[in-house]
Structure formats: C-alpha cells, structure tokens
C-alpha cells in the first residue's frame, strides 16, 4: 500500500512540468514527445552514419559534436523528469528510467576511460545508445495495446510454439531415417535443425535431400510451413481485436501515475488502478 506521502498529488511547477513531460493528451504535452521523437531519430541517423569508416573520416569531428549535443538534450530530459515526478528514485529504478540513463551514460563514461589498446573494447559502450531507440515506445498507445494482446496470448503461442518442435522433432527424425550419413544427414540434431529452417522457410540450402521420398517429405514440410507461419499472426490479431473491444481509445488516455508510472488511466479516476496511489488533476484543466 502507498504511504501517505505517496497518496499527495504534485503540485506547482512540478506539477505543470509533469504534466507536459509525462502526459501527452494537452497540447504541449504532444509538442514535447514530438520534439523528443526527433530528437532520438536524429540522435540513431547521428550513431548510423558515425559507424560507416568513409562517413566519420570525413565528417568525424562534426558527428562526435552531434553526438554530444544529442547527449546533453537527453541529460536535461532526464533532469526533468527525476525533478517534476514524486519518487525520483523509483523513477529512476523503473524501466525507462533505466533506459533513459543508458541512452547518456556511455558517452560520459568515455570521458574518464583511457583510450589505449588494453581498454580499447570499452568503447563498445557507446553500442548502448541504441537504447535510445527504447525510449520511443513510452509515445506510441498502440504498444500497450500490442503488449496486452502478446500476454494474452502467451499461453496459446507456448502451446503451439511446443506443437512446433514436436514435429520438427518428428520431421527431423524421419528425414534422418530417409536420407542417412550419405547426403548430408549425418546426426538428428542435424536433421531437427534442417526441419526447421525448412518448416519457417528460411530454405538456407545447405543441406538438401536427394531421394525421391526424402524430396516429397520436404515438400510437405515447406507447405507445412506456409500454413504453419499464420496460426501466431491470426492468434495475436484475435486478441488485439478482443481487447479493442474491452479498451476502446475513448475511455483511456495518456494519464500516467507519479507513483508506480503506469498510464491508461480513465479521465475521471482520482486513484491509480494498479498502485492506488492518487492520480493529479486531468492535464487538460492545467496545460492548454
């Protein structure tokens, strides 16, 4: 259960910065996620290009300020939101807060490891800010409702996923039972393993039957897997539709708890749904 201090609403300019930083159904709120948006495309062009050898001995030194400029903006975003939220700590424990501070760490990391060969592999620090790429989840409605729809299925995908390798166990074993040492099929697993790049259509060819029966078997399993490749798809559209239906777009919006930082919170509720904490005022009353 929330404490006490965790049931106040905020209040003020953190309130108001709140607001606009977290929610995005006012009108600054939008402005600031679209600004953020371009930023993070801008910022993974900047890590795109900078890796290409031509690219960054030519334009090396404008990147690398690019980089930085990217870097800062993400530094004070981050400021922002540890200052305007109600637990700055459990903020910073969560999941974005965690990807938020990936997506500055490395570069500022680099300042203090020397470069010389025995740490010259620190450098694949700065790979981490592809996590940047992350942050532009918390912006799209519609990957809560794909997340919803995947966990609502995960019991139906795990049981086909486990009717999947029975039978690329079943279709390994025969195809190394068909085919044998000669062609190719030296072991089961070998085979198990031709099974399923055939059974998903990859086809990488490296190895092939050449029997007769060996043949008419694979071209039962590359048919197989044509039909095979719709039953995931089909499952998770049914729940993507089933939970339209229980969520429909007006009766939730970009609310999100200062407590426990979960959004989807109806216009009117005064608690959070999930952590009971309260909820501040509707940002439509205070951001125009």
């Known amino acids: 259960m929330p404490t006490q201090e965790d049931l106040v609403p905020l209040q003020g300019w953190r309130r108001k910065l709140y607001i606009i930083i977290f929610e995005a159904d006012t ?3 939008r402005l600031f996620d679209l600004a953020v948006i371009v930023t ?4 993974l062009l900047t890590v795109t ?27 004070i975003e981050y400021t922002l939101r540890l ?13 974005f807060g965690v990807v938020d501070l990936l997506a500055i760490l490395p570069l500022y990391l680099a300042l203090f490891v020397p470069e010389s060969r025995f740490l010259a592999d620190i450098r694949v620090l700065r790979l981490l800010r592809i996590f940047r790429i992350l942050k532009m989840t918390r912006y799209m409605g519609e990957a809560r409702e794909l997340r919803r ?7 139906k995908i795990t049981v086909f996923l486990a009717s999947v390798m029975m039978l690329v166990i079943i279709l390994g074993t025969l195809m190394y039972v ?30 092939t039957p050449k029997t007769p029966l060996g043949q008419a078997l694979a071209s039962v399993v590359m048919i197989t897997g044509y039909a095979i490749i719709a039953v995931p798809t089909g499952i998770v559209t049914a729940e993507i539709a089933r939970n ?15 407590h426990c930082f979960t959004e989807g919170h109806d216009w009117d509720a005064l608690y959070c749904k999930h952590c009971g904490g309260k909820l501040p005022r509707p940002a439509k009353d205070v951001v125009s």
């Open 83 to 95: 200052l305007c939220v109600h637990k700055p700590l459990r903020y910073a424990r969560s999941f």
């Open 40 to 43: 993070i495309i801008l910022s």
């Open 244 to 258: 339209s239906l229980k969520h429909p777009d007006h009766e939730s919006g970009t609310r999100l708890c200062p």
């Open 27 to 29: 009108r600054t709120g």
């Open 178 to 207: 068909i085919e044998g040492d000669e062609h190719g099929f030296t072991s089961i697993p070998t085979s198990i393993y031709w099974a399923i790049v055939t059974l998903t259509t990859v086809g990488f060819g490296d190895i």
């Open 49 to 75: 290009l900078e890796s290409v050898a031509s690219i960054r001995a030519r334009w090396g030194v404008e990147l690398k300020a690019l980089d930085w400029l990217f870097t800062v903006f993400f530094t």
């Open 149 to 155: 729809a995947m966990l609502a299925s995960r019991r």
